[in-house]
């Protein structure tokens, strides 16, 4: 197994890599930061870099985070044992089709989209015989986009879910995971269509609700924007994070994970209507049993170490100087 | 005025201080906070703690916040100079009821409550002739609770809003001014109505929102709250801080603030419907343009110097590692 492989790379000894040739098309804050731990952690001989735009592409090479730079697609994927396409999920169909008659047989190809039944759905039709397609996601990322917001170690500690299909090749899946390992990553496998109601509501129904009160405060009449801003840190910036992440990547979940997301929110309006009548009557009991239930989740989530028990996330509290 | 005193208690210089006597109803995170500052930078000579319970009076004196402690509010308040009330809004009125026949003539007698309509309704029939009742609102806090929850320096750069009434005294309010910006707030004045629908959504809404979605996440059959807990860093674990606040306080918010959290509900589900629509009929266009302007809201509250520019809040990236 792949075992003292990994303890061979920590210990940074030097072991052959990974892959001979992966290849990275598209080089936002996702790819960028695979190429610079493939990098650093040496799991690959040649990194092959493709997007779709000429200033992109230009920045990864100014930032060196490959070997090898081009707008051609199936130029990019030739000689590559892993392909990773990490492009918002609306495009995934068109970049398999573009790659599909260059794909090197035993070629491993994944992704790293949020939703994984509407990438499948659009690559699979694409992927020749003798190429093994593994859907996966990283859970990881931050509010900013781009090839400068990438970093190392941005997986480190996250999970990277698979969606297998019943064809997917046993050897080919366990290196892809030993690969996402070799990031930081914790691996886990779940069907897609379970996978994409687990993220409508962990993250995409997350999102939306963030981007929507962000909307609701910016058009109110009663109260100025200039009000909502100077007075934010007393809740309302939590939101605005998730709302300055990128528009076309969330645009893109809302349209390819529909139905997961359209139950989800009818669920939380169902739970919203319930607590806004609750308020509407005075009924404080039925306020105070949500109000403890949830502070439950939230010492879970910290037990888990899936987020930091510092308060107010630790953030610097001298942040709010900067503005005097 | 105040600005020369100011300076020199900045510089450490040997000044007589602000108050010769405070008294601080409720200890929680907003009173042990002032308490720890009070005493940090010498604002008065003496500090009165006084809370209902028996225990958390114990717990404040074992943290040596004051320099007397008593359960008993009229006698807490009894050579007073500034009273601060800084309790669940709920129980503003029976504090001012309690208070009332020992409050010393020519004190100021404050508040830090969320809501302040409903504050000034409970407590003003009870302010004596004579005394300075200032509303005001400290917007700095948490989510965690409780004496020990306070630190030196909460207030550090945040606003304290003050709802001055028209009877209010010039000089009491320069003088109350003055000492939050001991504390290192920056004070603003508006009226009480206005103060409720500002904070109804820079404020309770998003903290009704995120108690709602985290309770929606826990009731779910097909996502276990297992896997809501595990994926949690996907977006979910931003809006469980908020939800992890005190549930007394948030109860006494919501039924004391009715009308404009009402209100802003209603624009919200507004929003969201029409979102939810764009969603259903796949309107890429209106999800990207609603997705744009939202991060324009975040960048001004970053320039406003009001959150920091750090992704992911800064928050440690290590911390994800701590449940392996």
């Given amino acids: 197994m792949w075992s003292k492989r990994l303890a ?28 610079r731990d493939v990098r650093s952690r040496r799991l690959a001989d040649r990194i092959v870099i493709s997007t779709r735009s000429e200033k992109t592409l230009k920045r990864a090479e100014e930032l ?31 970049v398999a089709e573009a ?20 990438v499948i759905a659009q690559m699979l039709p694409h992927v020749p015989e003798g190429v093994h397609f593994i859907p996966g996601h990283p859970l990881a990322g931050t509010e ?18 698979f969606t297998p299909l019943p064809e997917t090749d046993a050897d080919a899946l366990e290196k892809l995971k030993a690969f996402w390992a070799a990031l930081g990553s914790k ?6 269509a379970h996978h994409d109601k687990v993220l409508a509501i962990v993250s995409h129904v997350p999102h939306i609700i963030a981007y ?15 009000e909502v801003i100077k ?7 939590d939101f605005t994070r998730l709302a300055a992440s990128d528009p076309t990547m969330w645009r ?53 170490g899936q987020d930091t028990a510092e308060p107010d996330f630790g953030r610097a509290h001298t942040a709010s100087k900067a503005g005097e």
Avoid at 149 to 156: I, K, R, T
Avoid at 187 to 192: K, R, S
């Fill in 64 to 94: 060196g985070l490959g070997d090898v730079y081009t707008t051609d697609l199936a130029e990019a994927v030739r000689d590559a044992d892993l392909v990773i396409v990490s492009v918002p999920v609306g495009v995934s169909g068109a």
């Fill in 144 to 161: 900013h986009s781009g090839p400068d917001a990438g970093f190392e170690g941005l997986f480190e500690g996250r999970w990277c879910l």
């Fill in 252 to 304: 893109d979940v809302c349209l390819h994970n529909k139905d997961a997301i359209l139950e989800m929110l009818a669920r939380f309006s169902e739970d919203l209507a319930y607590l806004q009548k609750a308020i509407r009557w005075g009924d404080g009991e039925k306020l105070f049993d949500l109000f403890t239930h949830t502070r439950a989740v939230r010492r879970s989530i910290i037990e888990a």
């Fill in 187 to 192: 691996t886990d496998e779940m069907d897609a």
């Fill in 8 to 35: 061979n790379l920590w210990d940074g000894e030097n072991v052959a890599s990974m892959f001979k040739t992966i290849s990275l098309l598209g080089i936002g804050l996702i790819g960028s930061s695979i190429a």
């Fill in 212 to 226: 929507n009160i962000v909307g609701t405060a910016a058009d109110l009449e009663t109260v100025t924007e200039s």
């Fill in 231 to 237: 007075y934010s840190a007393s809740g309302f910036r």
């Fill in 99 to 118: 790659i599909k008659d260059s794909l090197k047989p035993g070629a491993i190809l994944t992704d790293v989209g949020s939703t994984k039944s509407s």
